[in-house]
Structure formats: C-alpha cells, structure tokens
C-alpha cells in the first residue's frame, strides 16, 4: 500500500510560479515512476508530468514543457513539480499518482495510487 499527500497549492496571478510537493509513504518508493496530473472543473483528470524511480527520465505533456519541471528526493520520499509562467487554464486540482509497475505512464489508468489532491487556481 502507498499512501501520497500532496501539499503546495493556492493562489497565484498569471506568469507566477508555484511548487507542488507529494510525500509517499507505505512501500519502496524510489522503485516505481511516479506522476502528476491535474482536474479542471468539468473535464477529465490529464496528464502533465511523469519520472522515473530513479529520478534519470522525465516526460512532461506537450501544454506545460517549458514552463513545469519534475523531480524527485528519494530520501525524502517526495516527488515535487515546480510551475512556472503559470496560465489561467492552469487552474485545477493536481494529483500525483504512483505506479507500481516500470516505465513512465501518461494515461490515468496506467497509475495504482492517487493523493487527494491540491487546489490550484491561476487568477488573470
């Protein structure tokens, strides 16, 4: 079992930067890729960023390469997303998820473990 809190969100004008954070606990967490995702209000969850265990390979969605950058501390057993340039349609609720097998996923059911989530709203 793992459990993920995300921690981070609020409020933020246009351009502004934030920096999310999920710490995971429960299993091995430096074993599996981990990912962010995030939920507007009436739309689907979709992808933004994705890494591997070992922290050597990212992947970020086509919307937000450029500006978002993942990482993770293993030793802490966080994985962050850093937000840059923010955008209005940036406002969402972002999840990180884990998953429990290799390869980096960028489909919501490719993941096993999902946070709560952390409100973030982008005021023009």
């Known amino acids: 079992q793992v459990q993920l809190v995300e921690s981070g969100g609020g409020l933020v004008q246009a351009g502004g930067s934030l920096r999310l954070s999920c710490a995971a606990s429960?299993?091995?967490?430096?074993?599996?890729?981990m990912g962010w995702f995030r939920q507007a209000p009436g739309k689907e969850r979709e992808f933004v960023a994705a890494?591997?265990?070992?922290?050597?390979?990212?992947y970020n969605a086509d919307s937000v390469r450029g500006r978002f950058t993942i990482s993770r501390d293993n030793a802490k057993n966080t994985v962050y997303l850093q937000m840059n340039s923010l955008k209005p349609e940036g406002t969402a609720v972002y999840y990180c998820?884990?998953?429990?097998?290799?390869?980096?996923?960028?489909?919501?059911?490719?993941?096993?473990?999902w946070g709560q989530g952390t409100q973030v709203t982008v005021s023009s």
């Open positions: 998820a884990a998953r429990t097998v290799y390869g980096l996923g960028r489909n919501v059911n490719e993941y096993d473990y």
């Open positions: 429960g299993r091995t967490f430096s074993s599996y890729p």
């Open positions: 890494i591997s265990g070992s922290g050597s390979i990212t």
